[in-house]
């Protein structure tokens, strides 16, 4: 381009005038202040009309001045004397016009580089676009008239924790317990042998065996409710790697007329297939569940599991030769037809004097009469028996005993009551009216109609096997359906050998029970 002031200019590309050879050099910000004539910016091409030039190697030409003087300075490093000998530039595509924010972001990683860079496209030399022959750069050239979009900040997410990744890639066991009162599915994985932990874990109190003792069948509202829980449940299953489940049901869809009915809609709406178990399995679960709270010391133990709708009763006798499973020890075992709901619907739970919990007692008391089991099972060292309790029942007692804010298993489980203890705690429960048991933190409104009914219960065991004192277990069969599953697949033996391998045992079976 010829200037019709001042003639022909060399190629804005760092190349220095002829004339300029013999000045000696001026610093870097003297050049900056240069005063010139007061002309216009230097004229550049668009990103548009960059595409569309027919290939000229050489920049715009530019009217002197102090934008001249400027440019030259942002140049001159790594600048050729000629078109010829300018570098390719980037594809057009790739040298749009950055926004706000990635100029920003860019001069933070490199403020030096980056320091008075205008925003506008420069052309672009012939030998660039003669290179843009690669499919990435020929995409990156039919994208060049689309305005940048600088690509949203990504949040910072803490890594997961070790357990939680482990309960999400290792086979995991589960198992779900549908009560007559309670809902409740446990998740876990094993650890050492004879112990497992905790992965996931729901409970809910859906009464689903409410007015089952006055007609023989289970209502539609506490069958809407159970599937709602059930749904949970479901959902928690699917959402895991379950490698073996086992889901149940107890005393509530035994009893009831339409238990199977309703277990069949249980499968088409939720897709989990209960089994309704017998009072014997259940007894062995419950027993299976605490094995590990009967101490070394104990020759002889009673556990007791009070349920909404029917009570197990396992007497064990520990000789010398003492299995790895608890239930191998069992001599003598009962269910009894009544639990919490049950007897309280009979007798009335919301307002219990002493006289209609007398009542109560006498009615278990009766039934464990037809309990045909002998008596030696006692007549050993007292420091050598202990009741165990396994229930909501138990569990109340022992919260309300140590004055807790709110229900807290850690603080519950495996703590001993002594006889007294017990006595005072059922005497204290008795002289509160139904506000004040519903006011408690550990009992709460769901429960403060039914935890004089499970003492009623607790007192007439009490009286069949004294004991000095009794172990609290929070844990029940879901606890047991665990321990007997690991303990069939062998995982705690073969543990042993491989502890470094944290993907559970090889070959692993296909999960049973689980909903697809």
């Known amino acids: 381009m010829n200037d019709p002031d001042s003639g022909v200019k060399p190629p804005v ?126 995409q990156a050239v039919e994208a060049r008239a689309v305005p940048h979009v600088p690509e949203p900040r990504r949040e910072m997410q803490a890594p997961l924790r070790p357990a939680e990744r482990e309960g999400y890639d290792v086979p995991l066991y589960a198992a779900l317990d549908l009560g007559t009162n309670n809902c409740r599915l446990l998740i876990a994985q094993p650890t050492r042998p004879g112990q497992f932990r905790v992965v996931d874990a729901f409970s809910r109190i859906v009464r689903l065996g409410e007015g089952l003792a006055a007609s023989g069948r289970l209502s539609d509202e506490a069958m809407d409710r159970s599937v709602e829980a059930l749904r949970i449940c479901a959902a928690k299953l699917k959402n895991r790697n379950i490698r073996r489940a086992r889901l149940i049901a107890t005393e509530a869809c035994r009893a009831a007329a339409n238990g199977e009915a309703f277990l069949e809609r249980v499968r088409q709406e939720t897709g989990l297939d209960l089994e309704i178990i017998n009072r014997e399995t259940e007894a062995r679960l419950a027993v299976s569940g605490c094995s590990s709270l009967v101490g070394r010391e104990a020759k002889s133990v009673v556990l007791f599991d009070i349920g909404g709708g029917s009570s197990e009763i396992a007497v064990i006798r520990i000789g010398e030769n003492r299995s790895s499973r608890l239930a191998n020890h069992i001599t003598h075992w009962t269910s009894l037809p009544v639990g919490v709901v049950t007897l309280s619907e009979r007798h009335g739970g919301r307002d219990v004097t002493p006289e209609s919990f007398a009542g109560m007692v006498s009615e278990v008391e009766a039934m464990l009469a037809d309990f045909d089991c002998p008596g030696d099972v006692v007549r050993v060292a007292p420091e050598d028996f202990h009741l165990i309790g396994t229930s909501g029942t138990v569990t109340t007692l022992a919260g309300v005993h140590l004055d807790l804010p709110r229900y807290d298993r850690r603080r519950v489980d495996g703590v001993w009551l002594s006889d007294d203890e017990v006595t005072a705690m059922q005497a204290r429960l008795l002289s509160w009216d139904f506000s004040a048991r519903a006011a408690n933190p550990c009992i709460g409104p769901d429960r403060a109609d039914l935890v004089l009914a499970g003492c009623a219960i607790l007192e007439a065991i009490r009286k069949r096997w004294p004991s000095r004192r009794m172990r609290v277990a929070d844990r029940g069969l879901r606890e047991g359906l665990l321990t007997d599953m690991m303990a069939d697949d062998g995982v705690w033996r073969r543990g042993r050998h491989r502890r470094n391998h944290r993907g559970g045992p090889r070959n692993p079976a296909k999960p049973e029970g689980q909903a697809s």
Not at 71 to 80: D, Q, V
Not at 97 to 125: C, F, I, M, S
């Open 13 to 138: 590309s760092g190349a220095r005038d002829a004339g300029d050879a013999g000045r000696p050099k001026r610093s870097r910000r003297r050049k900056g202040k240069q005063k010139g004539a007061t002309s216009p910016s230097a004229v550049s091409l668009s990103a548009g009309q960059a595409a569309g030039s027919s290939g000229s190697a050489e920049r715009p030409k530019a009217i002197d001045g102090g934008d001249t003087a400027r440019r030259n300075k942002r140049r001159r490093r790594g600048k050729g004397a000629g078109g010829e000998n300018v570098r390719p530039l980037a594809p057009v595509g790739q040298r749009e016009a950055p926004g706000e924010d990635q100029r920003q972001a860019e001069g933070r990683r490199n403020r030096r580089k980056h320091r008075g860079r205008k925003t506008g496209a420069r052309a672009v030399p012939a030998s660039a676009e003669a290179a843009v022959t690669h499919p990435a750069a020929e």
